[in-house]
């Protein structure tokens, strides 16, 4: 659609270590068609200054999305659509940088959608107004990463002997709400969009990124493809509009995050 419009601004130097991006997407006239958004490794504070998206549940039931939310880690596919005109801002986390926001585990969060709205008072209409916020937030609460965890981001679980390794994932969970592995598997996942040149949902283009994002055959792909998105490649290409395409191909890159 022509009146859709997504953009992505850098963090102010004092957010750097938490925030890699902050977002805006709106959409005057939206298809109403249903979103299947890729994983991508982060956490997002998200604000719907326009009407809500809806979610599909577990239990197959649409759900309005709170006004303010924390959006936790995804392992498993997020269905939207949308409800009415749309104007989203957000920020978007590094893996490990939401843990000082939220307060507490990321794990209680993954896969979860936190209703922020009370918690959020007058909450923030413009993105300079949500970058104002979170730097009260970060100057007030004194927020801090956790030096492990932000090395091991580039590093190779096995460079670790194994108590390292448990008290790792354990801090992995915590900190950024999945554990290493997975964190991996999502990024490896994320790559195949990166390395797509046009994706039309052509199978053997899917195959050749899948194999230079780290994949070792078709199978292999087609699995992550119904863990994280619930459709075939071909599928995904041929549904994609709106948010869901904006996210996945204009979105930050993954290749440096995470040692595949």
């Given at each position: 659609?022509?009146?859709?419009v997504?953009?992505?601004?850098?963090?102010?130097?004092?957010?750097a270590?938490f925030?890699r991006?902050?977002?805006?997407?709106r959409?005057e006239?939206?298809?109403?068609?249903?979103q299947?958004?890729?994983?991508?490794?982060?956490?997002?504070l998200?604000?719907?200054?326009?009407?809500?998206?809806?979610?599909?549940?577990?239990?197959?039931?649409?759900?309005?999305?709170?006004?303010?939310?924390f959006?936790?880690?995804?392992?498993?596919?997020?269905?939207?659509?949308p409800?009415?005109?749309?104007?989203?801002?957000?920020?978007?986390?590094?893996?490990d940088?939401?843990?000082?926001?939220f307060?507490r585990?990321?794990?209680?969060?993954?896969?979860?959608?936190?209703d922020?709205?009370?918690?959020?008072?007058?909450p923030?209409?413009?993105l300079p107004?949500?970058?104002d916020r979170?730097?009260?937030?970060?100057?007030?609460?004194?927020?801090?990463?956790?030096?492990?965890?932000?090395?091991a981001?580039?590093a190779?679980?096995?460079e670790?002997?194994?108590?390292?390794r448990?008290?790792?994932?354990?801090a992995?969970?915590?900190?950024?709400?999945?554990?290493?592995?997975?964190?991996?598997?999502?990024?490896?996942?994320r790559?195949?969009?990166?390395?797509?040149?046009?994706?039309d949902?052509?199978?053997?283009?899917?195959?050749?990124?899948?194999?230079?994002?780290?994949?070792?055959?078709?199978?292999?792909i087609?699995?992550?493809?119904?863990?994280?998105?619930?459709?075939?490649?071909?599928?995904?290409?041929r549904?994609?509009?709106?948010?869901?395409?904006?996210?996945?191909?204009?979105?930050?890159k993954?290749?440096?995050?995470?040692?595949?």
């Open positions: 659609m022509a009146d859709d997504y953009e992505e601004m850098p963090p102010p130097p004092r957010l270590d925030v991006r902050f977002w805006t997407y959409a006239a939206p298809s109403g068609v249903v299947r958004i890729v994983p991508d490794g982060c956490c997002e998200i604000v719907h200054i326009g009407a809500p998206y809806e979610e599909l549940g577990a239990d197959g039931a649409w759900r309005l999305q709170p006004e303010v939310l959006a936790g880690q995804l392992t498993r596919p997020l269905v939207l659509r409800t009415g005109p749309v104007h989203v801002i957000a920020a978007r986390f590094r893996p940088g939401a843990r000082p926001l307060g585990p990321l794990r209680e969060a993954t896969d979860r959608r936190v922020l709205t009370d918690e959020m008072a007058e923030p209409r413009t107004r949500l970058t979170l730097v009260r937030r970060h100057d007030d609460e004194a927020w801090s990463v956790d030096p492990v965890v932000r090395s981001l580039t190779h679980p096995e670790l002997d194994p108590a390292g448990r008290a790792l994932q354990r992995f969970l915590d900190r950024v709400g999945v554990s290493a592995q997975t964190l991996r598997s999502i990024h490896r996942f790559q195949v969009f990166e390395r797509a040149e046009h994706l949902g052509a199978a053997g283009q899917w195959f050749k990124a899948g194999l230079e994002a780290g994949y070792f055959d078709q199978p292999h087609a699995r992550d493809f119904r863990r994280f998105l619930g459709c075939t490649a071909t599928d995904w290409a549904q994609q509009s709106e948010l869901a395409r904006a996210l996945s191909s204009e979105s930050y993954t290749v440096r995050e995470v040692t595949v």
